[in-house]
């Protein structure tokens, strides 16, 4: 019964992968390059933390900026309008006053 383990391999594939792993750097050999793998998955993890907080950081930075400027727009819009109702109102009072 062959069942399949990783990606396609089989248990026994996988033993004969590593006894050939065994064989090919010794039994002193292998803790050092587990922990050798471990660290660079370790830095390599760190890595992708440290540019995700980065990147976190910087877009949290721009969406403020940009909150800011849409509140400055919001507020020179609400002036505009104002005045175009202003305007409009003696516009239309002086139409009144004129008929």
């Known amino acids: 019964m062959n069942t399949l383990f990783l990606f396609g391999v089989s248990a026994g594939e996988i033993l004969i992968?590593?006894?050939a792993?065994?064989?090919?750097?010794?039994?002193?050999?292998?803790?050092?390059?587990?922990?050798?793998?471990?660290?660079?998955?370790?830095?390599?993890?760190?890595?992708?933390?440290d540019i995700k907080q980065e990147?976190?950081?910087n877009s949290n930075?721009?969406?403020?900026e940009i909150i800011e400027d849409f509140k400055?727009?919001?507020?020179?819009?609400?002036q505009n309008s104002n005045q175009i109702?202003?305007?409009?109102?003696?516009f239309t009072d002086n139409l009144k006053s004129n008929l």
Do not use: C, H, V, Y
């Not at 090919?24 to 993890?45: C, D, M, Q, V």
């Not at 930075?61 to 403020?64: I, K, R, T």
């Not at 109702?85 to 003696?90: A, I, N, P, V, Y």
């Open 17 to 19: 992968i590593f006894l």
């Open 21 to 49: 792993i065994l064989m090919l750097f010794g039994s002193k050999k292998i803790p050092e390059l587990a922990r050798s793998l471990g660290k660079g998955i370790n830095e390599f993890k760190k890595a992708a933390d």
């Open 61 to 64: 930075e721009f969406s403020s």
């Open 85 to 90: 109702r202003d305007l409009t109102e003696k």
């Open 72 to 78: 400055e727009i919001d507020s020179e819009i609400k």
């Open 55 to 57: 990147f976190q950081d």
